[in-house]
């Protein structure tokens, strides 16, 4: 991702185009803080933890933020290979989350875990969305799910909410539903 980030700001600086930087614009999360986390609660007043993964960080960092002062736990998901966790940055399959780098608006203090979900595990819960529940959704989606289900079981009850920020379609040409077998395994 940083070469991505590399080349963008390059050609921006040469050619005058403009480079939003969803990787360090404030309003990244502002926006997320400021509808996305306005509607949850709302919806579910009540909601105990919110499970979302990190690409740029923003919409995580955004809702976990306004949850904080509803006394809502905030659980960042990421794949083996990101770095929140602490480990050390390597290659994974599971597209649209994992870091290299902490996103400078990510407050350490607004996550309550750090769930590493390997690529395995996320691309199971694609297959199986797309099987049992009719959801087209993407590796970032199937490691949502599962941070979302390591939530659900702190709780004896009460409510967890997740975000699926993808969909399979935009997969399709990796053949993301063969990803470790086929989609019938």
Excluded: C
């Excluded at 920020?165 to 470790?180: H, V």
């Amino acid at each position: 991702m940083l070469g991505a980030r590399q080349w963008t700001e390059a050609y921006a600086d040469e050619t005058g185009a403009f480079y939003t930087n969803q990787f360090e614009t404030r309003h990244n999360p502002a926006a997320y803080r400021n509808t996305l986390a306005v509607e949850l609660i709302e919806a579910l007043p009540d909601l105990d933890y919110f499970v979302a993964g990190a690409g740029s960080g923003g919409t995580f960092a955004g809702v976990a933020e306004e949850l904080q002062s509803h006394d809502v736990k905030s659980i960042v998901v990421e794949p083996a290979g990101s770095i929140l966790s602490g480990q050390e940055k390597g290659r994974h399959d599971t597209e649209g989350i994992g870091v290299e780098v902490w996103p400078h608006f990510l407050n350490e203090e607004w996550i309550e875990a750090v769930e590493v979900v390997s690529d395995a595990i996320a691309f199971q819960h694609v297959k199986d969305l797309a099987r049992y529940e009719g959801i087209l959704a993407g590796s970032s989606s199937g490691a949502a799910l599962e941070g979302a289900i390591r939530a659900a079981a702190r709780l004896d009850h009460g409510k967890v909410v997740t975000i699926f920020p993808d969909s399979s379609d935009r997969y399709m040409s990796k053949k993301i539903f063969q990803y470790g077998g086929d989609l019938n395994e």
